[in-house]
């Protein structure tokens, strides 16, 4: 047999095999847990297998019998810790998109004022500064806080999710 056709079963076997888990399901195993609570793996570990479910969806979470006590308090604990680190990093992502903005507004600015600085060269100079900060602002507003925003949105879908006992 081929090394592509043997790849193609291995395939074929591993979407079946998907097929037979709900696609909006996350289980956790034994290894997940230490001292009885969810690890710091286990909370990577889920929230890697939750990534590709669509926010329209709800997440059911899977967990042995045995971590069924607590285990809402330690996701809700490990959930909050990082809702307010996107909450410091969204606000962040403003006061440089303001930063930058000013920035290249002054560097803008500075170009039109000063007689010194309208020689060709160093105008030039200014322009392409004024816009790169201008777009480091863009990017910092939408790009940085749409991932952000999306990365709460993430995280608020699991900590909603319905807890199943396998």
Same mark, same amino acid.
């Given at each position: ?9 291995? @395939?074929?076997? *591993? @979407? ?21 609570? *969810? ?6 570990? $889920? ?10 969806? @709800?997440?059911?979470? =899977?967990?042995? =019998?045995?971590? @069924?006590?607590? !285990? ?10 990082? *809702?307010?680190?996107? =909450? ?13 903005? $000013?920035?290249?507004? *002054? ?6 004022? !000063? ?17 790169? !900060? ?7 507003? !939408?790009?940085?806080?749409?991932? $952000?925003?999306? =990365?709460?949105?993430? $995280? ?9 006992v396998k």
């Amino acid at each position: 047999m081929s090394k592509h056709k043997q790849y193609r079963e291995i @395939e074929k076997n *591993l @979407e079946q095999k998907f097929r037979a888990n709900r696609e909006n399901e996350a289980v956790l195993d034994g290894g997940d847990f230490k001292d009885g609570k *969810l690890s710091v793996w286990g909370y990577t570990r $889920l929230k890697q297998q939750c990534d590709y479910i669509p926010f329209s969806e @709800e997440i059911e979470i =899977k967990i042995p =019998k045995e971590h @069924e006590e607590g !285990f809402r308090d330690t996701l809700e604990s490990m959930g909050a810790a990082e *809702l307010s680190r996107i =909450k410091k990093d969204r606000r962040d992502a403003m006061l440089k998109a303001l930063v930058l903005l $000013l920035g290249g507004v *002054l560097f803008f600015a500075l170009g039109n004022i !000063f007689d010194l600085l309208k020689t060709g060269i160093i105008q030039n100079i200014i322009i392409i500064a004024s816009w790169v !900060f201008v777009w480091g602002a863009v990017e910092a507003w !939408f790009f940085d806080r749409k991932d $952000l925003h999306e =990365k709460r949105l993430s $995280l608020l879908q699991i900590l909603s999710a319905k807890i199943a006992v396998k």
